[in-house]
């Protein structure tokens, strides 16, 4: 991670709403999958991005690279604003954010060989300078751990762990310096899931990348992540450093989300209270008002309905969005037993 702290990527109020259609009785409303997110990723470091499926983890980060058209806010790489790019100009812009896609089955073409897959990025943006290209693929095999003897065959001749490493190759092609990767390792089987994380870490020490590395296994979230930020319908609840995180959460929500890691020590993981949120995640096109996780948290009081609570930080570098929880009252769970009402930052809702 760099010391000076330098971001690379900074997020400011990004939004992407879809329109759903009107159905039987007409009309039509947003489903707001990201809703304002405020964020900034640091150059060489891996920010982990956790939270349950349909949080929008996976809408941010195509929103990023714009392969998800952001609704609103702006998203800020090198002083230039993506958001708001022509499609021209982020074609230029591509060459330096990649991403690595979630099924390595899905995202490679069955009817392209490996050179043509791995070549195209730099066919594409002519990076070869006079180069093969074919040998430039070979190389990029041999960076991934595969064979230069691979680059003719097809895509249905390998495994999923070696699918995922030509995709990986694919992001390297065009000599990136930022690469999303949505889920990288969920449909791999557990054994070569290790390799993987493995992989991306040499890569990003040899080749000072910065990663997104969204993904709902938080075990893999910590092995990977210099940073946590943990999503909620849409929004960051919490974003600390990654042992932080798991040393000491301070959002219920992460709580729990915690709380559901499993532990490799039988003794100790037979005596871990568990703790199970009530209630199914609300719907992004009608969200709870105020706090959007005050429908399940058990520390809900009146308030939290009616106060957006804001992003602020508790302890150095460890910020949370809660309006019960304070620099002078990190405990949550203290300040519940004591019966302390709103003492955090946030925004209270006009009346409807």
Do not use: W
């Not at 210099?226 to 959002?251: H, N, Q, S, T």
């Amino acid at each position: 991670m760099n010391e000076n702290g330098e971001n690379l990527i900074s997020l400011e109020g990004l939004k992407v709403y879809f329109r759903t259609g009107g159905g039987l009785f007409g009309g039509s409303k947003d489903v707001r999958a990201v809703d304002g997110v405020s964020l900034d990723i640091e150059k060489g470091e891996t920010l982990g991005l956790v939270g349950e499926s349909g949080c929008g983890k996976s809408t941010l980060g195509k929103a990023i690279l714009r392969l998800t058209e952001p609704t609103g806010g702006k998203v800020n790489y090198r002083g230039r604003d993506l958001a708001h790019l022509s499609k021209g100009e982020m074609r230029e812009q591509r060459k330096h954010l990649q991403m690595i896609f979630q099924d390595p089955y899905a995202s490679l073409n069955p009817r392209m060989n490996v050179g043509q897959i791995v070549g195209e990025p730099i066919r594409t943006f002519g990076l070869n300078e006079g180069r093969p290209v074919d040998s430039m693929v070979a190389d990029l095999l041999e960076t991934v751990g595969l064979s230069r003897r691979f680059i003719k065959r097809y895509p249905h001749e390998f495994s999923g762990g070696q699918r995922q490493r030509i995709g990986i190759a694919r992001a390297l092609a065009a000599g990136p310096e930022f690469i999303v990767a949505d889920e990288p390792i969920s449909a791999l089987d557990v054994s070569i899931q290790a390799q993987i994380m493995n992989l991306l870490a040499k890569l990003q020490a040899e080749k000072g990348l910065t990663y997104l590395f969204i993904s709902h296994d938080l075990r893999a979230v910590r092995h990977v992540s210099d940073r946590v930020a943990v999503m909620y319908l849409g929004k960051i609840v919490e974003l600390a450093p990654g042992k932080d995180v798991y040393a000491d959460p301070l959002m219920p929500y992460t709580q729990a989300l915690i709380s559901a890691v499993p532990l490799p020590d039988p003794e100790i993981e037979a005596k871990r209270e568990r703790i199970i949120l009530t209630g199914d995640v609300p719907s992004p096109i009608d969200p709870p008002s105020g706090c959007r996780f005050h429908t399940r948290c058990p520390y809900a009081i009146d308030d939290c309905s009616r106060i957006v609570p804001k992003l602020t930080e508790i302890k150095p570098r460890h910020q949370v969005a809660c309006i019960r929880i304070s620099p002078e009252h990190p405990d949550i769970k203290a300040n519940a037993a004591a019966g302390r009402g709103a003492v955090g930052a946030g925004t209270e809702l006009p009346d409807q």
